[in-house]
C-alpha cells in the first residue's frame, strides 16, 4: 500500500511539475488560486499577495518573477467556477503531508482535516469567509 | 479592554504611531523616543524585526512600553516564527496585559541585512489574525485549553498602492473576515492610490466592519526618501515626488509638506478611523504634524470625545 502511495506521489508530480510547478504540499488548492501554484511563491503564502508586490507586479523576492497571486487573482476572475474561491480564508499548511500524493488525501478526506483549534471556531469563520465585494 | 479598543469601539479617531527601532539603552531610550511625540499619540507600534533587521523583539519594547506608561500595539510578523512560537508570543503578551496586536506576513528575509536567514512563513498574515481569534476562543491551534482565554484587539496592515490594486480591499475583507479589528495601511506616496482604496472600502461596507487608519511616513532627508523609495518593500514613490525633496533648497521643510499633504488628504477620504505615524528616528515632527492637521493633543481629545468623522 505504501509502495503504491509512493509510486501515485510520483506520478502526480510528473503530471503536476512541469504545468504547475508543483511543490508536492499534498493538500493542493489549485482550483481555489486560479490554476495557480501557491506554494511557488517565496513566502509560499495560501490567502493572498503580500504587500511587498512591486509596482510592475514583479515579486518582492524574486524581481525577475511575476507575483504568483497577481496570476492567481488574474486567472481567478476568468474562471466560471470557483473563481471566487480566493476569497475564502484558507488553513495554515499541514506541513506532515510534504511529498504525498494530495490525490489521495483527497479521497481519504486527509487534506481537509485541520487542527482542533481551528476547526472548532470554523463556523463563524466561514460564514464571514465569502467576502468578495 | 484596552483604550485603544474603547476608543475605536466608540468611533473616536486615534493616532497611534511606530516607535522607532531599539537597539538596547533600557526604558531611558524607550523614553527619550517617546517624548516628543508622546502628548498627541494614543498608542505605539512596537515593531518586529521590519525590513527584516534584527532588533529588541516586539513583545520586550511592548512591555518596556507599558512600564514607562504607554500603551503599545504589538506588531507581529510570520517571516521569523513558526506556528508554535507565533503562538508563545501571543500568550507572552496577554501575560503582560498588551491586548492590541497587529499581525502581518512581513517583509522577506532578503529585504534585510541578513538575507542568507531562513525564512520561516509557517503561517501566513490572515492565518495568523486566525490563530489570535483561536486563543480568544480559549484553545491553543492543537485545541488543548487556554485557561483564561486571552483577549485582544487584532489588527492587521493593507498596501493599498501594491498590485493587485483591483483585489487590495477584498484582500482587507478577508483579514475583516478573520478577525482583524483595525488596517493600519502601509504608507502610500500615490494618493490616488488611497483613494480609491478608501472608496471601494467605503462603498463594499469595509470601513463599518473594521476601522481604517492610513499611514503617514516623516522623512527628513533627500537620503532617506532615496531608500523608502528603492529599498523598501511595498512602497511605490513617483519620481516627481523623489525630485521635489532632491531639488529642494531645505529637504527637510519639503519632506514635512509631502507628509502634511498626504496626511490632509488622507484625512478628507471617506471612513478613515485615524492616522499612523512613522518617522524612523526620534524627532519631533509628528507631533508638529498633529498641530499642523489640527488634531489635538490625546488629553484633549479623551476630554472631548473627539469622533473620527470631525477630525478634518
Not at chain 1, 481519504?108 to 472548532?120: H, K, L, M, S
Not at chain 2, 529588541?56 to 516564527?81: F, N
Amino acid at each position: 500500500m505504501k509502495a503504491a502511495a509512493a509510486a501515485l506521489a510520483r506520478v502526480e508530480h510528473a503530471v503536476k511539475g512541469p504545468v504547475w510547478d508543483c511543490q508536492m504540499c499534498g493538500q493542493c488548492v489549485l482550483h481555489s488560486t486560479g490554476l495557480t501554484c501557491p506554494m511557488t511563491c517565496p513566502k509560499t503564502l495560501r490567502n493572498g499577495p503580500c504587500g511587498g508586490v512591486r509596482a510592475n507586479g514583479h515579486c518582492e523576492v524574486k524581481p525577475e518573477m511575476r507575483c504568483v497571486w497577481l496570476k492567481a487573482y488574474e486567472r481567478s476572475e476568468r474562471m466560471p467556477l470557483w473563481g471566487n474561491h480566493i476569497d475564502h480564508l484558507r488553513p495554515p499548511v499541514d506541513n506532515q503531508l510534504k511529498g504525498t500524493s494530495s490525490w489521495i488525501n483527497l479521497v481519504t478526506g486527509r487534506d481537509r482535516q485541520v487542527p482542533a483549534g481551528w476547526e472548532n471556531t470554523r463556523p463563524s469563520r466561514e460564514s464571514g469567509a465569502d467576502v468578495r465585494t | 479592554m484596552s483604550a485603544l479598543e474603547r476608543k475605536l469601539d466608540a468611533h473616536e479617531f486615534v493616532v497611534t504611531a511606530e516607535l522607532p527601532v531599539i537597539d538596547g539603552g533600557g526604558h531611558a531610550e524607550i523614553q527619550r523616543q517617546l517624548e516628543p511625540m508622546r502628548p498627541f499619540v494614543d498608542a505605539f507600534n512596537a515593531t518586529d524585526n521590519p525590513s527584516a533587521h534584527a532588533h529588541v523583539s516586539p513583545l520586550a519594547v511592548a512591555i518596556g512600553l507599558m512600564q514607562v506608561g504607554a500603551e503599545p500595539v504589538m506588531q507581529l510578523t510570520c517571516r521569523d516564527r513558526n506556528r508554535l512560537a507565533l503562538e508563545a508570543e501571543l500568550m507572552g503578551a496577554s501575560l503582560h496585559g498588551i491586548e492590541n496586536i497587529c499581525c502581518l506576513t512581513g517583509d522577506d528575509v532578503t529585504a534585510g541585512d541578513e538575507p542568507e536567514a531562513r525564512r520561516v512563513f509557517d503561517l501566513d498574515g490572515p492565518q495568523l489574525i486566525s490563530v489570535a481569534r483561536v486563543l480568544e476562543s480559549g484553545q491553543y491551534l492543537s485545541g488543548r485549553a487556554v485557561t483564561p482565554a486571552p483577549h485582544f484587539l487584532i489588527g492587521a496592515v493593507e498596501n493599498p498602492s501594491a498590485p493587485p490594486l483591483e483585489y487590495r480591499v477584498r484582500r482587507a475583507a478577508k483579514k475583516a473576515a478573520a478577525g482583524a479589528r483595525f488596517l493600519q495601511l502601509q504608507i502610500c506616496y500615490r494618493p490616488e492610490l488611497l483613494a480609491r482604496f478608501m472608496h471601494e472600502a467605503h462603498a463594499s461596507g469595509l470601513s463599518e466592519r473594521l476601522a481604517l487608519i492610513p499611514s503617514i511616513c516623516i522623512l527628513r532627508t533627500v537620503g532617506g526618501m532615496r531608500f523608502v523609495a528603492t529599498s523598501v518593500p511595498g512602497i511605490d514613490v513617483p519620481p516627481e515626488t523623489v525630485a521635489r525633496v532632491e531639488q529642494a533648497a531645505d529637504p527637510e521643510t519639503e519632506c514635512f509638506d509631502i507628509a502634511y499633504e498626504l496626511a490632509s488628504h488622507a484625512l478628507s477620504q471617506p471612513g478613515v478611523a485615524g492616522l499612523h505615524f512613522i518617522s524612523f528616528r526620534q524627532d519631533a515632527g509628528i507631533a508638529k504634524l498633529c498641530q499642523r492637521l489640527g488634531i489635538p493633543p490625546r488629553a484633549e481629545r479623551e476630554s472631548n470625545g473627539h469622533s473620527a468623522s470631525v477630525a478634518v
